[in-house]
Each structure stands twice: as C-alpha cells, then as structure tokens.
C-alpha cells in the first residue's frame, strides 16, 4: 500500500522507529488532518484502510489484494461507519483500531525477525511509554501515579465522566430488538415489538441469529448489515442515528 519502498526495521531500535513514524501519521490524519480524512472517508466508497506510514505521513487507500498480505492490514471499511455515528466517536473508533494495528505490525517485525523475550519486552516497554492514539484524539492522556496524587480532584471528576459515559451508551446502543412475549406490561407493548420486528431498510422479520440495532431518533430496528453498522462499532455509539433521520438532521 505504499508507493515508497521503506526500510524494513530489524532492531528493536528500528522497530520503534518505524512505529513512532506510522502512529505520528496516524495522529496527524485524526488531529490536524482530520478534515481531510473526514472528506476523504465517503461512504459511497469501497472498504477503505486507514495507513500509517513511516515517514509519519498517512493515507486512506483501499486494502491491498496481495492474500496473505505482506503486512498486517489496518481495520477494513471505516467509511462505512463515517455516517451513522458522531463524528468524535467514530474518530475514537478510527483510534482504537488503529492502536491495534501499530502494535500487531511491530510485533509482525519481532516474530519476523527473531525477537526473544527480553527484546519484546523492551520493544512493549518502549511502545508503552507513549500515549495510545486513543487517548490522544480524545485527549484523555493518562497522568503517571504520581502526577495523578497531586491532582485528585481532577482524577475524581474523569471518574464519574466515564461512568456516565457508560451509562447513556447502555441505554441508547440497542443491541437487539424485543422479543415478543418480553414485555406484559399491555398492548401498547405488544405493538411496540411488532414494530421492532421488521428492519426498517430491508422488510425482512427479525431473526434471533442476527444482530440488530435501534434508531434513537425514529426508534426504528435495523440489521446491522443493512446500515453496515458491527456489535464492536455500536459499542462506541452513544446515540444512533439510521441513515434516514442522519441525512435530515444535515440538512436542517
């Protein structure tokens, strides 16, 4: 996926190296960049990778054919969930993948080329004592502990932020839709699960082996297939819009 040949790392050292240029690109892609990855995600499109490359540059590209690649592959398709998601939580998305895949090619490196234990261990030390790509696109940085003493009162409000984070999310990402005969609180119920049902884009009747997800805003179901939205995805969304009530709040 990428035009210019690099040097292939063989050291620890060039290891981290390669790491640092590849996460530097990615940060600039969801930071300063970060306009023209949002333009550059269509949804329209193919599956789309974000690519971290060693010169600390980055591209949105579409996966390489070559199977098995040569290098692990960033995740596949994030333009797809460009839309159905706030843009900061899709970003957060975009972020943790993309710390997965850092970590998964330099590892590739070490196995490729020998790492012992002492020398993976370092290599993890050395990763380690840089913020993750998620911590900086959502400026949640972790302070050292003991940093961290000497600022409890703001330690203790990122507490209780997180747990009300958790808590809308349980809410509002509905996982699956009711099943009939859940509910016997009244007819108004009954009705409610019918709705539910069916898939708002698609018609078909819901099946207890697929995944499902409501609209927070219509309060329509959908298969998660049919508004290209994964259970891994919904866990990040806090309140989901289907591609209907998204493209009318656009236009408003």
Not at 2 to 26: A, K, Y
Not at 109 to 133: C, H, S, V, W, Y
Request: proline letters at 7%; charged letters at 30%; hydrophobic letters at 30%.
């Amino acid at each position: 996926m990428e035009g210019i040949p690099h040097p292939i790392p063989r050291t620890v050292e060039e290891v981290f190296n390669d790491f640092n240029g590849r996460r530097s690109g990615l940060i600039k892609a969801l930071t300063t960049d970060v306009e023209k990855f949002y333009q550059q995600c269509d949804p329209e499109k193919e599956n789309l990778c974000l690519y971290g490359l060693p010169n600390e540059t980055w591209e949105v590209n579409l996966p390489v054919e070559e199977v098995p690649p040569e290098l692990p592959e960033p995740a596949l398709g994030i333009n797809f969930a460009r839309d159905g998601m706030q843009e900061k939580d899709w970003l957060s998305l975009v972020a943790v993948h993309s710390d997965s895949w850092l970590l998964a090619v330099a590892f590739y490196f070490g196995a490729r080329f020998g790492f012992g234990k002492n020398e993976r261990k370092r290599l993890f030390q050395m990763i380690n004592d840089l913020p993750t790509i998620f911590e900086v696109v959502t400026g949640n940085v972790k302070q050292p502990k003991d940093q961290s003493a000497n600022h409890n009162g703001s330690g203790k409000s990122k507490s209780s932020a997180k747990s009300r984070q958790s808590e809308p999310q349980s809410k509002m990402v509905k996982i699956s839709p009711p099943s009939k005969g859940e509910d016997e609180s009244g007819e108004e119920d009954e009705e409610d699960d019918e709705q539910g049902a069916t898939c708002g884009a698609c018609g078909d009747s819901y099946g207890t082996d697929e995944f499902w997800i409501c609209c927070d805003i219509c309060e329509r179901w959908f298969h998660g297939k049919c508004v290209k939205i994964t259970p891994a995805k919904a866990e990040h969304i806090k309140q989901y819009k289907c591609p209907s009530c998204g493209s009318k709040r656009a236009r408003v």
